[in-house]
């Protein structure tokens, strides 16, 4: 099994694409390699600055307790909805930083490659198969890669400094699977009305989800969400605070959920509306399954 | 063309910026002048700005609506405005509800504001027509048919983006470009933005490329950097292409950043008369093994050569050298 990187330095770095490709082996995605970490290391671009955000050991302290918490457990699929919050507490990342490819790269390449083989390793199929980890899950789209995923979940499922909605939606991979990709969740009620679909079982397998998110981004072609069910503005300062007191935080806490930037919370009217709505549109796809199904 | 379920506006919105505004801590303010933005490109260009510490920009915006057809068809009712600025990079959505400034209902104003630390690279930004039609609030009657594009960090408000060319020496380079030590130029697509090194190892080719010699040297160079911006176009397309993202029932997606952009303005020549879907889907297709792949290529060439100015850049290098002979010649 991949295991923790020999040498870990200080800060955290840039990894492109193209430097990551060569330590992307076929015995890394099989999880029988290690990456050479000295030689990463070289290559890599350390973030400037003494930003303590940039700290290293704060992210890999984070990895190291959910590995320690979840590897017994019968899936590693639930130590998504425990590091999602966590990690986006612990980096505290504008979007624009966040939207920086080569910074996942490295997370996963250079702090945490265990972490990737262990939570995306697929089962191996028979004897000799050895089960393999998506290369996306160290460079890929948001969506995909291993860390950038649980981030932007954190970030788009959040609600002002409240995970809980974002443990929710993480508690359901195909919610974070196909939720993630679709850009009306960059609408926060809309994402937060998912969300409640989820809480109140109205949605509850991996088919139901597919067929609501889709439902609802087809709906959003023709319906502006941000009319009928408007956000408050966006307000950047909270984030700056934010930003600027994580020299001081502490470790994000392990048992309670962290805090995030005290942004204003969605309006309640416009959450409530969007939740009966998506639950509408979901009982027509259901009817309508349900016809196409007796014509089979 | 898209078809609703629903009436729908024939005449255009258009939209302009009439204002944009930089705010920074301290409460510093700038107010960019109106060379930052473009009418006609419909670009905003932020790296216009003096100071580099703004954190927030309010864009001023105008829009105007076809009233009199909201008024003659009367399907809708309880009609507004409103302007939105997206960035698929940075997943962030901005909307902005725009005030009727006239009775007619045809002059619309407002202001949308973002904030820096929310944007990447180019955010895009649209007004859509919405009103309530049928009974349902809220649908979308009418949008704008191009969007602005809003540069975070351009220094001028062009749409077509300029290509990175950086001159490196190969040997002494990184890893990676030590194994091309022999190449001229190698095309690099794995940035945020697709650059050109040069490689100032090979001897003469700077000068070249930079033109400043004698009149054979000055058509040689502007030919080379066409067939370079060639190779570019051609090298960006394989990546986007070769890295997309495919929906559950196998449609491609397009990409959010220059890949999607890459792919948007290749498409028609490579698929001509096809809408950008139906040719993205048609590439994917052939490229992951059904259908032909060889037989794209030369469409692929010829795309990337269209967008590169090569055949122009070539015909005009003719008739220069041609004329540089007659010259000696006579």
Not at chain 1, 114 to 124: C, F, K, N
Not at chain 1, 228 to 245: F, K, L, S
Request: charged fraction near 25%.
């Amino acid at each position: 099994m991949t295991s923790r990187p020999e040498y870990l330095p200080e800060r955290l770095a840039l990894l492109s694409d193209l430097q990551a490709a060569e330590f992307v082996t076929v015995g890394l995605l099989e999880g029988r390699d290690d990456v050479p970490s000295i030689a990463l290391n070289k290559v890599a671009e350390p973030l400037p600055g003494d930003d303590a955000r940039s700290r290293l050991h704060r992210v890999r302290d984070l990895i190291d307790h959910a590995l320690v918490r979840f590897r017994g457990a019968p899936r590693p699929t639930v130590a998504d909805a425990w590091l999602a919050p966590r990690l986006h507490e612990t980096l505290r990342l504008t979007r624009r930083e966040a939207a920086e490819k080569s910074f996942w790269t490295y997370l996963a390449l250079g702090v945490a490659p265990d972490y990737v083989v262990w939570r995306h390793q697929s089962e191996a199929k028979g004897d000799t198969s050895h089960g393999r980890v998506a290369r996306d899950r160290f460079f890929g789209a948001h969506y995909k890669q291993a860390f950038a995923r649980l981030w932007w979940a954190a970030e788009l499922f959040r609600e002002g400094s409240d995970y809980r909605p974002v443990t929710v939606a993480c508690s359901n991979q195909d919610m974070l699977n196909s939720a993630l990709r679709l850009d009306v969740i960059d609408h926060r009620p809309t994402a937060l009305a998912l969300v409640r679909l989820l809480e109140r079982g109205i949605v509850r397998t991996g088919r139901d989800v597919n067929a609501l998110t889709s439902a609802v981004n087809a709906a959003a072609a023709t319906l502006m969400y941000d009319v009928v069910a408007p956000d408050v503005e966006r307000d950047g300062e909270p984030m700056r605070d934010w930003i600027a007191t994580a020299e001081s935080a502490l470790p994000s806490p392990r048992e309670v959920l962290p805090e995030g930037p005290e942004e204003q919370p969605a309006p309640e009217k416009s959450v409530e509306w969007l939740a009966g709505h998506f639950a509408e549109l979901f009982a027509d796809t259901e009817v309508r399954g349900r016809v196409s199904n007796a014509g089979d | 063309m898209k078809i609703y379920p629903y009436p729908r506006l024939t005449g255009s919105v258009t939209a302009r910026v009439t204002a944009v505004r930089l705010r920074g801590a301290g409460d510093v303010r700038e107010q960019l002048e109106s060379r930052s933005w473009s009418v006609v490109e419909q670009v905003v260009a932020l790296g216009t700005a003096e100071r580099d510490d703004w954190q927030t920009v309010r864009i001023g915006l105008a829009a105007t609506v076809p009233t009199r057809e909201i008024e003659t068809k009367g399907h809708w009712t309880d009609v507004s405005v409103v302007a939105v600025v997206t960035e698929g990079t940075t997943n962030t959505r901005t909307a902005a509800r725009l005030t009727s400034t006239d009775d007619s209902g045809r002059d619309w104003s407002g202001e949308i504001e973002l904030d820096r630390a929310d944007h990447l690279d180019r955010a895009s930004l649209a007004v859509h027509v919405v009103a309530m039609v049928d009974g349902q609030a809220g649908r979308v009657i009418a949008s704008t048919d191009q969007d602005w594009l809003i540069d975070m960090a351009a220094a001028a408000p062009l749409r077509e983006r300029q290509l990175d060319v950086s001159t490196v020496s190969f040997v002494r380079g990184t890893e990676w470009l030590r194994s091309f030590r022999d190449a001229p130029w190698v095309v690099d697509t794995s940035g945020r933005m697709p650059a050109v090194r040069l490689n100032s190892d090979f001897e003469g080719l700077v000068a070249l490329v930079e033109s400043s010699g004698s009149q054979v040297e000055r058509a040689v160079g502007e030919m080379l950097l066409a067939q370079m911006c060639a190779d570019v176009w051609t090298a960006v397309f394989h990546t986007a292409i070769g890295d997309l993202e495919v929906e559950d029932d196998g449609t491609p997606l397009f990409p959010a950043d220059w890949r999607g952009a890459v792919l948007r303005e290749m498409l028609p020549d490579i698929v001509p008369g096809r809408s950008d879907e139906d040719a993205l889907r048609e590439v994917h297709t052939r490229r992951t093994g059904e259908g032909s792949w060889a037989n794209l290529q030369p469409r692929i060439q010829y795309a990337a050569a269209r967008r590169a100015d090569v055949p122009r850049t070539l015909a005009s290098t003719v008739r220069d050298l041609e004329r540089i002979a007659q010259e000696t010649d006579a």
